[in-house]
C-alpha cells in the first residue's frame, strides 16, 4: 500500500471513529433523556396520579417500584438486543433500541390517571417502563461495543465514555426540561404539564435515528462475524465467563448507587424530611449533571494515561468517603453545602464511570461482547440503581437516620472495591489471543494486548 493510501485509509478510520463517537452519544443521551424524565416524574407526580393510597409514602413506593421495574426488564433488553448485536451487527440494534425508546416513552405521557381508568393506569405505566428498560438495556452495551471497537488504541477509553457523557447531558437536560414546564405550567405541572415532556421526545428522537444511519458498522463485529459467531452468545456468556460476569456487574453497579440517591431519592427526601423546594432540589441534581460532563472525560483521559485500574481504585474510595459526608450536608438545611454534598458524591462516582465501559469490554471477547457487557451493566444497574431508591426509602423509614443511608452507599463501595481486585489484570480471552498473535508474529512490546482490543486495566 502507498503512502498516499495509507494516509486515506487513517483519515478515513479517524473520520468514522469520531462519527461513532458523536452518534453514541447523541443516541445514548436521548434514550437516557427518556429514562431520567420518568425517574423525576416518579418522584415528583407519579405517586398521587397514579397510586392514590391515601398514605403518601406507600404511593411514593408505588412510583419507585414502577421505576425499578424498568431496571429487571434491562437485562432481558441487553440479552435480546446482544444476541442479535453478536450476530448481525451492532449498527442495527441501536437503531431498534431507539425507535422502542421514543415510542413508549410518547406513550407514558399519553397514559390517563387511576381517577380516570381505574387500575388500568398503573397496569399500562408497568407495561410501558418494562418496555423503556427493555430498549435502555440494549442501548448500553452496542453504544459501547460500537465506540470503543471504532476507537484508537491510546482512546480507548476516552472514546468508550461518550455513552457515559450521554447520561450526564441527558440529567442536565431532563433537569432543564422538567423545570423549564414547571415555571410555564404552574399548578397545572402535576396535572398534564408533565406529559408535554414525554410526548415532545419524538422530536430528539428523530435526530438520534438520522445520526445512526449513518454509522459503519464495527470492524471487530465484522472479524468476529467472518470466524462464525456464537449461535446463543448468552449461553457462551454463562458458560465460560459466569464469574468474570459476576465480579464485572458489582464493580459496574455499585456507582450507580450514588447517583441514583443523589439524583432520584433525595428529591423525595429534601422535600419531606428537610424542606427543601422541589425546583431547588432539581436545581441540585442539574448542577451535578453539569459537572459530570467534563469530569467523565477527564478521568477517561487520566485512564487512558495511567491505566484503568488505579482510577477505578480511587473512584471506589473516593465514592465510600463522600458517601459518609453527603447527608450530614444535605441535613444542614442549607442549599449550598446540599449541593456540595451532592457535587462530591456525583464527582467520586464519574471516576468510576468514567472506566466501566473500557473495563466492561476488554473482560469479554468480540464475538459475544455486546451480550456480555449488556449483562453485567444492566445487572450491576439492578443492584445499584434500581434497588437504591426503595432500599434508602426503607432504611430512613425505618430508623429515622439518614447517616445510616451513607453507610449503606460506603459498604457497597467496599464490596466493589473487593470485585475489582478479584479481576484478572489480563482476562483468559485476552491471554489466548495474544499467544494465537503471537505464535504468527513476535510482538512489539508497546505495552498493549496484541489483539488491536482495549489496554488491560493494569495497561
Known amino acids: 500500500m502507498s503512502l498516499s493510501h495509507a494516509n486515506d485509509d487513517a483519515r478515513t478510520k479517524a473520520r468514522d471513529a469520531r462519527r461513532v463517537v458523536l452518534a453514541t452519544f447523541i443516541g445514548t443521551t436521548l434514550e437516557w433523556y427518556d429514562f431520567f424524565v420518568y425517574a423525576l416524574c416518579a418522584v415528583l407526580v407519579f405517586g398521587p396520579l397514579y397510586f392514590p393510597t391515601g398514605d403518601p409514602v406507600v404511593g411514593q413506593l408505588g412510583a419507585m417500584a414502577t421505576f425499578t421495574v424498568g431496571f429487571v426488564a434491562r437485562p432481558l433488553g441487553g440479552v435480546i438486543a446482544g444476541h442479535f448485536g453478536d450476530r448481525i451487527g451492532r449498527k442495527r440494534m441501536l437503531v431498534v433500541t431507539l425507535v422502542i425508546m421514543g415510542i413508549s416513552t410518547v406513550c407514558v405521557g399519553l ?154 431519592y433525595s428529591l423525595t427526601y429534601g422535600t419531606s424530611a428537610v424542606g427543601y423546594s422541589r425546583s431547588s432540589l432539581l436545581w441540585i441534581a442539574m448542577t451535578c449533571g453539569v459537572v459530570a460532563i467534563p469530569a467523565v472525560i477527564y478521568f477517561a483521559r487520566l485512564a487512558d494515561r495511567f491505566g484503568l485500574r488505579p482510577v477505578l481504585v480511587t473512584g471506589a474510595v473516593m465514592q465510600g468517603l463522600t458517601a459518609l459526608l453527603l447527608f450530614p450536608l444535605f441535613d444542614s438545611g442549607n442549599l449550598m453545602l446540599a449541593t456540595l454534598g451532592g457535587v462530591l458524591v456525583v464527582t467520586s462516582s464519574c471516576l468510576s464511570f468514567s472506566c466501566i465501559p473500557a473495563l466492561l469490554t476488554e473482560n469479554f471477547p468480540p464475538k459475544i461482547r455486546y451480550t456480555g457487557i449488556s449483562l453485567a451493566y444492566q445487572l450491576g444497574s439492578i443492584v445499584g440503581g434500581g434497588l437504591a431508591p426503595i432500599i434508602a426509602t426503607a432504611i430512613f423509614t425505618e430508623s429515622g437516620k439518614s447517616w445510616l443511608i451513607g453507610t449503606y452507599m460506603a459498604a457497597a463501595n467496599v464490596v466493589a472495591l473487593g470485585c475489582l481486585m478479584l479481576l484478572r489484570k489480563r482476562p483468559a480471552w485476552q491471554v489466548k489471543a495474544e499467544e494465537k498473535t503471537a505464535s504468527a508474529a513476535p510482538a512489539q512490546g508497546d505495552g498493549r494486548n496484541l489483539v488491536g482490543d482495549v489496554p488491560a486495566a493494569g495497561a
Open 111 to 264: 397514559v390517563p390517571t387511576y381517577a380516570q381508568i381505574g387500575v388500568w393506569a398503573p397496569a399500562l405505566l408497568v407495561v410501558l417502563r418494562i418496555v423503556q428498560g427493555l430498549a435502555m438495556g440494549g442501548e448500553w452495551g452496542g453504544a459501547v461495543s460500537m465506540a470503543i471497537e471504532h476507537a484508537p488504541p491510546n482512546r480507548r477509553a476516552l472514546y468508550a465514555s461518550a455513552p457515559a457523557v450521554g447520561p450526564a447531558f441527558a440529567l442536565v437536560l431532563s433537569n432543564l426540561v422538567l423545570i423549564g414546564l414547571e415555571a410555564a405550567t404552574g399548578d397545572a405541572f402535576t396535572v398534564w404539564g408533565w406529559r408535554i415532556a414525554f410526548i415532545s421526545s419524538v422530536v430528539l428522537i428523530v435526530i438520534g435515528l438520522v445520526a445512526r444511519r449513518k454509522l459503519s458498522e464495527s470492524p471487530l463485529f465484522e472479524a468476529s462475524v467472518a470466524q462464525e459467531p456464537e449461535a446463543v452468545p448468552v449461553l457462551e456468556v454463562l458458560r465460560s465467563h459466569g464469574g468474570t460476569l459476576l465480579k464485572t456487574l458489582v464493580v459496574a453497579g455499585v456507582p450507580g448507587i450514588s447517583t441514583y440517591i443523589v439524583q432520584t
